[in-house]
């Protein structure tokens, strides 16, 4: 039988606007955004990669400091048979395998995963990162997420944009663009 998703401890924090629970949730909430952890640097060991159509691999990463081992068809490669960029992917560089090793191949069913030992993430959380994360949290404790688009008072009326709670807005998303890890396909 499953845990519970949220514990009563939780609902307490959220309730009393409690500043690690919000960061840990903003946090939480930009990583799942760009679709990878961003920070800190931290070391992958056999990581399950498809290898796509032209036989590049692509690491769920934008920020790849060390590739140390790929395996490809439970073939460990030489580091002189690939590159690998920071931005996440891996590219073959030679065309002297045995054929049974070719990789590349056009058609290459992207079902046979490569095995990938990487390290990646920045050593610290990015300024502009770091400024969403801050407004996410801070915006939540204030304004958290609610059925209500507005409120009445007396004569008073306060109208509620889409903005409130832990949602990302139009500025946020397009200062976090950098980071996303974009879907292709």
Known sequence: MAG?????????????????????CAEAGVRKYCGWHIAPSERVVDLRCSVGQMGVIMLPSLHVTDVEKVF??????ETTEYEWDAAGFINRNTVTWPRRYYWPVYGYPANRPALVTFTHGYEEVPMDVKAVIL????????????????????????KFGVGIGLAL???????LAGYRIQVVG
């Open 72 to 77: 490809v068809e439970d073939r460990e490669l």
């Open 169 to 175: 807005t139009s500025h946020q998303v397009d200062r």
């Open 135 to 158: 407004e996410l949290a801070a915006k939540a404790i204030e304004l958290p997420a609610s059925a209500a688009s507005e409120v009445k008072g007396g004569p008073f009326q306060i």
């Open 4 to 24: 519970n998703l949220v514990e009563l401890a939780d609902l307490t924090k959220f309730n009393d606007g409690d500043p690690e629970f919000f960061l840990r």
